[in-house]
C-alpha cells in the first residue's frame, strides 16, 4: 500500500528498509500540517509521529487526496482527531508496546541524572572543575516515590524503583494492576501522591483528563524540593506553574524528555538558530532541570519493533484483516 511517512529522519528509513525492501514508502521530511497535508495526495496511507498533526482540518485534506489510513509510528494518538478521522472514513492504527523498556530506563537515567545532579557533572568535570559545591543529591532508597499511570511503561518504573532501589512506591491509575500491588506498590489518590512523594514520575497519556494533571495547585502542595520526570507527555505539566515552583524551591529538580509546546522544535537541529521559545529557553537556564528531545524510546530495539508492527498494521488494513491496533474514538471516550 502506497505510503507516505511524515517527519521521516534516516534513522526511521534505515529502520523500516532493515525490515525487508518494497515497502511502497515516500519518505517525507516536513512534518504533518495543513500546509503540507498535500504531500500525501495520492497516497492511500500516512505514517505519522508524535509532533504530527491530524487535527480535522488536517485529515480533512488527507481524505479529499484518497487516503484512508493513518499509520502512527508511536503509542501515544493525543495528535490525532479521533472523531474526525472516524467521519471522514480514516482508520486509525498505532503501535501500542514497542519497547516499554526504552521509556523506563530512560525515565530511571533522568531520575538519577537530576537527583544526584549528574547533568551538572558532566559539564562541570569537562572544563576540569572536580569541585562538589552545588552536586550534593538524595539517597533514592527509603524514598517516597508516586507513579501516576501504571500500564506498560509505568509499572516497570515503579517496579525498579521498589525493587531495584528500595524505595515506597505509591501510584494512581484509572485501573489498578495487581501485580505491582503484590510487589509491594501502593495504589493513592492523586493528591496523596503530590502529597507525599519525594519523587514523581508521569507516565499517564495526554486526554482532557490528564491535560496540566501537575498545575499551580499541585505544585504548592508537593514537598518542599519534590523532584518531578516526565516521559509522557509535555502538557501532563503546566510549564509556567513548574516554573514559578521551580523558583519558590518547591519544586527541586524537574527532568523532562517532553514539553508542551515541542512540536516546532524537538528533532531538529536548532543550534544555529535563536529559539523563539521563551518559555523553554527560561527552564532550561535552570541548574536543576534536564531536559532532552523526546528521546525516551530512541533504542534499536524500540525503533526495528516500531517498523516491524507499522508494517504489518499497514499489511493488515491493505489485506482487509482485522486491525489489531486500532485506536477508535468510542474506545477513547470510554
Ligand atoms: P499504557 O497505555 O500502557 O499506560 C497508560 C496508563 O495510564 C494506563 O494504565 C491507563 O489506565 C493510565 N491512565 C489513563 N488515564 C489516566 C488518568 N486520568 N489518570 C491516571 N492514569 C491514567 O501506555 P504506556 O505504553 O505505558 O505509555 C505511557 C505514555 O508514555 C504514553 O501515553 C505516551 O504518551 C508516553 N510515551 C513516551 C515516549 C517517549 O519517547 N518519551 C515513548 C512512548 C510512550
Known sequence: MRTAMFSTKPYDRRSFEDQGPNHEIAWLEPRLSAETASLAHGFEAVCLFVNDDANADVLSILAGGG?????????????????????????????????????????????????????????????????????????????????????????????????????????????????????????????????????????????PQTHHLLNPASFARMREGAIVVNTSRGALIDTEAAIEALKSGRLGGLAIDVYEQEADLFFEDLSAEIIQDDTLQRLMMFPNVLVTGHQAFFTREALAAIAKTTLANIADFAAGRELANAVRAAAVRG
Open 67 to 207: 487516503t484512508k489510513l493513518v499509520a502512527l509510528r508511536c503509542a501515544g494518538f493525543n495528535n490525532v482527531d479521533l472523531a474526525a478521522a472516524e467521519r471522514l472514513g480514516i482508520a486509525v492504527v498505532r503501535v501500542p508496546a514497542y519497547s516499554p523498556h526504552a521509556v523506563a530506563e530512560f525515565t530511571i537515567g533522568l531520575l538519577l541524572a537530576i537527583v544526584r545532579r549528574i547533568h551538572k557533572a558532566y559539564t562541570r568535570t569537562r572544563e576540569s572543575n572536580f569541585a562538589l559545591d552545588g552536586l550534593l543529591g538524595f539517597d533514592l532508597h527509603g524514598r517516597t516515590a508516586g507513579i501516576i499511570g501504571t500500564g506498560r511503561i509505568g509499572a516497570i518504573v515503579a517496579r525498579i524503583l521498589a525493587s531495584g532501589f528500595g524505595c515506597r512506591v505509591l501510584a494512581h491509575d484509572i485501573h489498578r494492576d495487581g501485580t505491582l500491588e503484590a510487589a509491594g506498590v501502593r495504589y493513592a489518590t492523586i493528591d496523596e501522591i503530590i502529597a507525599e512523594s519525594d519523587v514523581i514520575s508521569l507516565h499517564c497519556p495526554l486526554t
